[in-house]
């Protein structure tokens, strides 16, 4: 008599992303990504410090489980307040910023904010396009926000999204 095996795997296929909060033991992932698409990174303590502020924290996991991305938003009364985001190297441009984005505004609307601010060095073109196509637009600049070596600073652009 042959046996059959009592159960044959077939497994749900994978959504392609999934989203959920960011742990202490993400850290080393995010750090190797961090540490690869910045030029003037956030540090470890940086990431543990915001982890225990009680800010929204996400993470995105590829189907492989690795990390896609992950962002960082801060609410305040009736602004929420983008502090971090960024998406593995090799899939930029494939959409992961913007499932970030469209989460970050479900957060935010969750909340009753009306708008979400963020800041963004002019030099980042790349980001700067993602935003405008997104809807933010830009509202004033701050002079010297950003570190840019060699003791210099580079401004930054304030951008909001009207929710
Ligand atoms: C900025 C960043 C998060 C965007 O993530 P991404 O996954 O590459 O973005 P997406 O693929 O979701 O693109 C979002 C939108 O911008 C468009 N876009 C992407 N790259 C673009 C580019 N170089 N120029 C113009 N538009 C671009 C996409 O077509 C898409 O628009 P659509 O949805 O209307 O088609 C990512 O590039 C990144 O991690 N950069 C390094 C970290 C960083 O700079 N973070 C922002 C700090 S302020």
Redo the contacts with the bound molecule.
């Keep these: 008599m042959s046996v059959m095996p009592s159960s044959i795997d077939r497994d749900e296929p994978k959504p392609a992303y999934s989203l959920a909060r960011m742990q202490v033991d993400d850290l080393p992932e995010v750090m190797t990504?961090e540490n690869d698409?910045?030029p003037f990174p956030w540090t470890h303590g940086n990431f543990l410090d915001s982890l225990y502020s009680g800010y929204e924290i996400w993470i995105v996991r590829d189907s492989a489980e690795a990390l896609a991305?992950y962002l960082l938003l801060m609410l305040s009364v009736d602004e929420a307040h983008?502090l971090?985001?960024?998406?593995?190297?090799d899939?930029?441009?494939?959409?992961?910023?913007?499932?970030?984005?469209d989460h970050a505004v479900s957060l935010a609307r969750g909340k009753d904010m009306q708008s979400i601010l963020?800041?963004?060095?002019p030099s980042?073109?790349?980001?700067v396009?993602?935003?405008?196509?997104?809807g933010f637009a830009g509202i004033g600049v701050r002079r010297g926000y950003y570190p840019a070596g060699a003791s210099r600073r580079e401004d930054a652009i304030v951008m909001r999204l009207s929710l």
Aim: aromatic share 8%; proline share 0%.
């Design positions: 990504i698409v910045y991305g983008l971090n985001i960024a998406v593995r190297r899939l930029h441009g494939q959409g992961v910023g913007r499932l970030l984005l963020l800041e963004v060095r980042n073109e790349r980001a396009n993602v935003y405008e196509r997104y």
